[in-house]
């Protein structure tokens, strides 16, 4: 357990439609991250909070929308996406944004299909 | 521009040793850490570098060379579940983890 939590674990969508992951933090940190994991491909940063304030958006397309109503939720909104959009998006957080030894937490990821 | 490079595959013996290289090019340092990742399930944090040298945590020790941008994580008896992708990011100056595409390590009884 490491006090991350992602919902839901799997998700098939089709083009035109709207749902959103959900993740939850039970660590007290102050920072929330939203990655892509692709397979044999580095992963990539999409969205950084820092205090529910949005710090960085790695360029990230407009289908996609993060939300962090608090420190300690953070939801991503997906809508028209398309297929190379499938693929694990993982949920981190940190204690804060900066910093060294600034280790971050993983959920468990939700694997997603775009047909 | 920055790049994390690290092999994509590798194969040991349960029982053996076994060294993952990871080298990089970043703007600026803020450290290294090393992640595990089992199929299907959240990277782990293993290990942090920060200075020069050996850190050792147990079966597991990862080095780092910062004038040559290297680094490698060191297993020890290896065990089968070790199997999983094994995973280096270097903190660049603004403190943002820049990843390499992963090691995935298959260990053969």
């Known amino acids: 357990e490491t006090g991350v939590t992602q919902t839901p674990r799997h998700l098939v969508m089709g083009m035109t439609n709207k749902k959103s992951l959900k993740c939850e933090q039970h660590?007290?940190?102050?920072?929330m991250y939203w990655y892509k994991q692709s397979a044999k491909k580095p992963l990539e940063l999409m969205f950084v909070?820092?205090?529910?304030?949005?710090?960085e958006n790695n360029s990230v397309p407009s289908r996609f929308s993060p939300e962090c109503p608090n420190s300690s939720h953070l939801f991503l909104h997906l809508h028209t996406l398309q297929p190379e959009d499938s693929a694990l998006y993982l949920c981190?957080?940190?204690?804060?944004?900066?910093?060294?030894?600034?280790?971050?937490?993983f959920g468990p990821g939700t694997r997603l299909t775009v047909l | 521009g920055q790049n994390i490079d690290q092999p994509t595959e590798m194969t040991a013996t349960e029982g053996a040793i076994v060294q993952i290289n990871c080298t990089y090019q970043?703007?600026?340092?803020?450290?290294l850490f090393w992640y595990q990742q089992h199929a299907g399930e959240a990277p782990t944090f293993l290990s942090y570098?920060?200075l020069d040298g050996l850190e050792e945590k147990g079966r597991f020790s990862s080095f780092l060379s910062r004038s040559k941008g290297y680094s490698y994580l060191l297993l020890k008896e290896l065990q089968m579940k070790d199997s999983a992708s094994y995973l280096c990011?270097?903190?660049?100056?603004?403190?943002?983890?820049?990843w390499g595409a992963g090691t995935k390590l298959i260990i053969k009884p």
């Open positions: 990011a270097v903190s660049d100056s603004n403190y943002q983890l820049i």
């Open positions: 909070y820092s205090l529910e304030e949005r710090v």
């Open positions: 970043t703007s600026g340092f803020n450290g």
């Open positions: 981190a957080s940190s204690q804060d944004v900066q910093g060294t030894y600034n280790e971050q937490f």
């Open positions: 660590l007290g940190h102050n920072a």
């Open positions: 570098n920060v």
